[in-house]
């Protein structure tokens, strides 16, 4: 069994930047990745156990928000679970 790992997904418009860490931190890779659900999910599943459904695929972690106040060095980060979802919808 593989040591679990952890992403951090900085989410764009157009590109996201996806990093993996180790359970200590150690920094694993950075990649940027468009925002098409299998180039998320390819970049993602680096990371260990990815589930695919007939909808596609999806990981569960958390989602960290700062609120940037009074900046986003100092703000507060309040954390929520999360399930991630690549897919090819569009909101446009």
């Known amino acids: 069994m593989s ?3 952890y992403v951090g997904i900085d989410l764009h418009r157009r ?3 996806i990093v993996r860490v180790d359970r200590d931190g150690k920094h ?3 990649v940027r990745v468009p ?3 299998i180039e998320m999910a390819r970049a ?3 990371a260990g156990p990815f589930s695919w459904g007939s909808q596609g695929a999806f990981g569960q972690g958390t ?3 700062d609120d940037c106040r009074p900046d986003c060095a100092n703000g507060t980060v309040t954390n929520y679970p999360a399930t991630v979802t690549p897919s090819t919808a569009s909101s446009r």
């Open 35 to 37: 925002n098409g659900a």
């Open 44 to 46: 993602v599943e680096e």
């Open 15 to 17: 590109r996201s930047v």
């Open 3 to 5: 040591e679990r790992q």
């Open 63 to 65: 989602w960290g928000y």
């Open 28 to 30: 694993l890779s950075t």
